[in-house]
């Protein structure tokens, strides 16, 4: 059905910045027509909310190594339940994405098994172990779309500001983790007076400032395209705004869970909600999500990080870090929107625009030619969250037995539709 | 009887009362260890397994004595050589315990939040006999009784704690404790064994022991570990000593009738001086010592007593 009309939905335009009632048609898999109003025939949406698919930079997928916490089927129906239309994968698998070979492998695979797009990202030093780079041209070819170490910090700046050059050379953007390496280390949780009483490795939030400076100050000497795939804390704003207002290349992501969480949800050690970096003070949440409202950050992502029960059932500091986040993005996100605190406009801008444009994509916009990966979705139903009915392999949510609001109901894909509630 | 405690993971879960509750019990229990007939019987036919993930010389053996002359059947487990080295987990680990239906667990554990992650999982009472530099309740709860007799009172009095804050489990504990029973508390130390955050604690904070000292009823000195006296932390041992290590001078701050304790085991010559430590008159660590076989006698009874009282089906109790 890549032919189809929708009517009567709640357009959501994040590059006009609004919400108008009207419809949108699709021929051959693309927006052919948008209209105010309404109008005969095709599909009625009641008025629940039409968006773009959200495009979600930095999914990590198991595959190849670890197809136990997340195959591309399950990440890719995981996807598409929860209104993501391209997912935009991580290289820090075990046997990291550091080769065309590699690349070629997983790009199959995910063609082959994933019900939304699927792009990969290339790891950017070999083995993501910060010393030598990547075949940076050869995995441009072969089709990454930005090169990334994860979470691993490319400590050497030498290494680093050569890697950027090249990467400049051939028009890569750099996906980096701005964080100290040297503060942070075995760090579990965010420094203060809740990590001390808890007992736990700490960080400064600190580490995150003086790596976005350091980067910032390497991006400016080679003229880098770069990208912070998480700013959680205020101190790290004021060098991200003054890079922009600079004219540097730079953006900046933040995951779902530093927008809807805080150090306290730790409590008595529940791993669940130990991530990277850390959860922030409120104080942090509050200036992030204001950021978002701002531009200042561009990009909202899932940081989708799969890990199995027996990573996380240990003590909090042994526990494997990370937290899915595909299916509960975009409730999370309504959250923000319930809590008045971020528009549904300002919301797709982060989840679907920004990512797509600095991507170079078409998608993540609701524009005639642009392709039909749309997300419809009602935002104020509630529901309890039970994290065994998550369609990922890996059920390590923080968000298990909250209320929340929203529900996809349908996914469409170049027209295709990949998900519809009730259906599978 | 005010304690309600399932286990105990903690200072920071129980009530003041519960405190005093346990003090009380303790002291009857010290009397009777002084006297002649030793032995109670309040843990017959009960296990106590302790579980040591962590190797303990002096806490494990008075947890052992404490059950033993209870009536307790006391089994060790050095987990630090054990199945962990094969692979186990924890839980694992707990399950298979749990399995041999133990009453009492008595846990040590290098990790933080070990412990209670361990007390999810079994049907017993559990113990925590330090975990990470989290908690160490009976440590705090033998300091608490070791002062009250001392001092005759565990309010209003002016507590310094000296020395490696940030590492301590019993630091914390001991703040968490003190502070429920409304003391003024001083943190002393260099700045680089200060916790984060810890103005947010509610205690005053000195880099400078004459400063901190000044006035104080108690004065607690901390042990520094061996691997944070290689520069990293602090520049060498004999600098620390100077500037923070006990000595007559530095304790000429405190009140005349100051008493001075240390959880042991003392590394003399580093953060106190032989003198003062073994100084009848002033230093209380061999009650210390004496106190914390009384203390683990009261909260194994107690846990006990609710633990039977659990067990028991609803109508015989009443």
Same mark, same amino acid.
């Not at chain 1, 080679?222 to 922009?244: M, N, V």
């Not at chain 1, 933040?254 to 949800?265: A, G, K, P, R």
């Not at chain 2, 409304?182 to 205690?203: D, F, K, Q, S």
């Given at each position: 059905?890549?032919?189809?009309?929708?009517?009567?939905?709640?357009?959501?335009?994040?590059?006009? +910045?609004?919400?108008?009632?009207?419809?949108?048609?699709?021929?051959?898999?693309?927006?052919?027509?948008?209209?105010?109003?309404?109008?005969?025939?095709?599909?009625?949406?009641?008025?629940?909310?039409?968006?773009?698919?959200?495009?979600?930079?930095?999914?990590?997928?198991?595959?190849?190594?670890?197809?136990?916490?997340?195959?591309?089927?399950?990440?890719?129906?995981?996807?598409?339940?929860?209104?993501?239309?391209?997912?935009?994968?991580?290289?820090?698998?075990?046997?990291?994405?550091?080769?065309?070979?590699?690349?070629?492998?997983?790009?199959?695979?995910?063609?082959?098994?994933?019900?939304?797009?699927?792009?990969?990202?290339?790891?950017?030093?070999?083995?993501?172990?910060?010393?030598?780079?990547?075949?940076?041209?050869?995995?441009?070819?072969?089709?990454?779309?930005?090169?990334?170490?994860?979470?691993?910090?490319?400590?050497?700046?030498?290494?680093?500001?050569?890697?950027?050059?090249?990467?400049?050379?051939?028009?890569?953007?750099?996906?980096?983790?701005?964080?100290?390496?040297?503060?942070?280390?075995?760090?579990?949780?965010?420094?203060?007076?809740?990590?001390?009483?808890?007992?736990?490795?700490?960080?400064?939030?600190?580490?995150?400032?003086m790596g976005l400076e350091r980067d910032l100050a390497l991006v400016q000497m080679?003229?880098?395209?770069?990208?912070?795939?998480?700013?959680?804390?205020?101190?790290?704003?004021?060098?991200?705004?003054?890079?922009?207002?600079?004219?540097?290349?730079?953006?900046?992501?933040?995951?779902?869970?530093?927008?809807?969480?805080?150090?306290?949800?730790?409590?008595?050690?529940?791993?669940?909600?130990?991530?990277?970096?850390?959860?922030?003070?409120?104080?942090?949440?509050?200036?992030?999500?204001?950021?978002?409202?701002?531009?200042?950050?561009?990009?909202?992502?899932?940081?989708?990080?799969?890990?199995?029960?027996?990573?996380?059932?240990?003590?909090?500091?042994?526990?494997?870090?990370?937290?899915?986040?595909?299916?509960?993005?975009?409730?999370?996100?309504?959250?923000?929107?319930?809590?008045? +605190?971020?528009?549904?406009?300002?919301?797709?801008?982060?989840?679907?625009?920004?990512?797509?444009?600095?991507?170079?994509?078409?998608?993540?916009?609701?524009?005639?030619?642009?392709?039909?990966?749309?997300?419809?979705?009602?935002?104020?139903?509630?529901?309890?969250?039970?994290?065994?009915?998550?369609?990922?392999?890996?059920?390590?949510?923080?968000?298990?037995? +909250?209320?929340?609001?929203?529900?996809v109901e349908t996914t469409l894909v170049g027209g295709d539709i990949v998900y519809?509630?009730?259906?599978? | 009887?005010?304690?309600?405690?399932?286990? #105990? $993971?903690?200072?920071?879960?129980?009530?003041?009362?519960?405190?005093?509750?346990?003090?009380? #019990?303790?002291?009857?229990?010290?009397?009777?260890?002084?006297?002649?007939?030793?032995? %109670?019987?309040?843990?017959?036919? #009960?296990?106590?397994?302790?579980?040591?993930?962590?190797?303990?010389?002096?806490?494990?053996?008075?947890?052992?004595?404490?059950?033993?002359?209870?009536?307790?059947?006391?089994?060790?487990?050095?987990?630090?050589?054990?199945?962990?080295?094969?692979?186990?987990?924890?839980?694992?680990?707990?399950?298979?315990?749990?399995?041999?239906?133990?009453?009492?667990?008595?846990?040590?554990?290098?990790?933080?939040?070990?412990?209670?992650?361990?007390?999810?999982?079994?049907?017993?009472?559990?113990?925590?006999?330090?975990?990470?530099?989290?908690?160490?309740?009976?440590?705090?709860?033998?300091?608490? #009784?070791?002062?009250?007799?001392?001092?005759?009172?565990?309010?209003? $009095?002016?507590?310094?704690?000296?020395?490696?804050?940030?590492?301590?489990?019993?630091?914390?504990?001991?703040?968490?404790?003190?502070?429920?029973?409304?003391?003024?508390?001083?943190?002393?130390?260099?700045?680089? $064994?200060?916790?984060? %955050?810890?103005?947010?604690?509610?205690?005053?904070?000195?880099?400078?022991?004459?400063?901190?000292?000044?006035?104080?009823?108690?004065?607690?000195?901390?042990?520094?570990?061996?691997?944070?006296?290689? %520069?990293?932390?602090?520049?060498?041992?004999?600098?620390?000593?100077?500037?923070?290590?006990?000595?007559?001078?530095?304790?000429?701050a405190a009140k005349p009738d100051a008493i001075v304790m240390h959880p042991g085991?003392?590394?003399?010559?580093?953060?106190?001086?032989?003198?003062?430590?073994?100084?009848?008159?002033?230093?209380?660590?061999?009650?210390?010592?004496?106190?914390?076989?009384?203390?683990?006698?009261?909260?194994?009874?107690?846990?006990?007593?609710?633990?039977?009282?659990?067990?028991?089906?609803? %109508?015989?109790?009443?």
């Amino acid at each position: 059905m890549t032919n189809a009309l929708y009517r009567n939905a709640r357009l959501i335009d994040p590059e006009a +910045q609004t919400e108008t009632l009207g419809w949108l048609r699709i021929e051959n898999g693309v927006i052919a027509e948008i209209g105010d109003g309404d109008r005969a025939g095709g599909v009625d949406c009641g008025g629940l909310c039409l968006a773009p698919g959200i495009v979600d930079l930095g999914v990590k997928v198991g595959e190849p190594g670890e197809r136990h916490k997340e195959s591309f089927r399950t990440a890719g129906a995981a996807a598409a339940a929860g209104g993501v239309t391209t997912i935009v994968t991580r290289p820090d698998t075990t046997t990291p994405i550091d080769t065309p070979e590699v690349l070629d492998f997983v790009r199959r695979r995910g063609q082959e098994a994933a019900a939304v797009r699927f792009l990969p990202m290339a790891a950017l030093t070999k083995a993501r172990a910060g010393r030598e780079m990547t075949e940076i041209g050869f995995l441009l070819d072969a089709g990454a779309v930005a090169f990334t170490d994860g979470d691993h910090v490319v400590a050497d700046t030498k290494v680093f500001s050569r890697c950027m050059r090249y990467a400049r050379s051939v028009g890569a953007l750099i996906v980096a983790h701005p964080q100290d390496p040297g503060l942070s280390e075995g760090a579990a949780v965010t420094s203060g007076k809740f990590a001390s009483l808890r007992g736990l490795p700490a960080v400064s939030p600190t580490a995150e400032k003086m790596g976005l400076e350091r980067d910032l100050a390497l991006v400016q000497m080679t003229g880098a395209r770069y990208h912070a795939d998480q700013i959680s804390t205020a101190s790290a704003l004021p060098a991200l705004a003054r890079a922009k207002a600079e004219g540097l290349d730079v953006t900046a992501g933040v995951s779902i869970h530093h927008l809807t969480l805080n150090e306290l949800d730790v409590a008595d050690y529940r791993t669940f909600f130990k991530i990277k970096p850390p959860l922030r003070a409120e104080t942090d949440r509050i200036a992030m999500i204001d950021a978002v409202r701002d531009g200042l950050i561009d990009v909202i992502c899932s940081m989708h990080t799969p890990q199995d029960e027996e990573s996380k059932r240990l003590p909090f500091e042994a526990a494997a870090s990370g937290a899915v986040g595909l299916e509960t993005l975009l409730p999370a996100a309504l959250r923000l929107y319930h809590a008045e +605190q971020l528009t549904l406009p300002v919301l797709f801008r982060a989840m679907a625009l920004n990512p797509a444009r600095r991507l170079g994509l078409p998608g993540g916009r609701l524009r005639v030619g642009a392709p039909a990966d749309l997300v419809l979705f009602d935002p104020d139903v509630p529901f309890v969250l039970d994290r065994a009915r998550l369609r990922s392999k890996s059920k390590n949510t923080p968000f298990d037995g +909250q209320r929340m609001q929203g529900r996809v109901e349908t996914t469409l894909v170049g027209g295709d539709i990949v998900y519809r509630r009730g259906a599978s | 009887m005010s304690f309600r405690q399932k286990h #105990l $993971l903690g200072i920071e879960p129980l009530r003041s009362e519960e405190i005093t509750t346990i003090l009380d #019990l303790a002291d009857r229990y010290a009397e009777m260890e002084r006297g002649t007939q030793k032995h %109670g019987d309040a843990l017959t036919g #009960l296990t106590q397994i302790n579980m040591f993930f962590e190797a303990s010389t002096r806490t494990q053996a008075s947890f052992e004595i404490a059950g033993k002359r209870l009536g307790a059947d006391v089994m060790n487990m050095a987990m630090a050589a054990s199945s962990l080295k094969k692979g186990e987990t924890l839980i694992d680990t707990a399950l298979t315990l749990n399995a041999m239906h133990p009453d009492l667990l008595v846990v040590r554990h290098p990790h933080s939040g070990a412990v209670n992650l361990l007390a999810e999982k079994v049907n017993c009472a559990v113990l925590n006999a330090g975990d990470g530099r989290h908690e160490h309740p009976t440590q705090a709860l033998l300091d608490a #009784l070791t002062i009250r007799r001392a001092k005759g009172r565990l309010h209003r $009095l002016n507590i310094a704690i000296c020395g490696d804050i940030a590492h301590s489990r019993v630091a914390r504990s001991n703040i968490l404790l003190l502070g429920k029973m409304e003391n003024r508390i001083r943190l002393i130390g260099p700045p680089t $064994l200060m916790p984060a %955050g810890v103005a947010e604690w509610g205690v005053e904070v000195y880099d400078n022991m004459a400063e901190g000292l000044e006035g104080c009823d108690v004065v607690m000195m901390l042990r520094l570990q061996k691997e944070r006296m290689d %520069g990293a932390f602090i520049p060498s041992e004999r600098e620390y000593y100077h500037r923070f290590g006990l000595d007559a001078e530095k304790l000429a701050a405190a009140k005349p009738d100051a008493i001075v304790m240390h959880p042991g085991p003392m590394n003399r010559g580093v953060e106190i001086d032989g003198t003062i430590a073994d100084d009848i008159n002033r230093s209380v660590i061999q009650e210390q010592v004496e106190m914390g076989v009384a203390v683990r006698m009261a909260v194994m009874d107690l846990l006990a007593r609710n633990l039977r009282a659990c067990r028991t089906p609803q %109508g015989v109790m009443a």
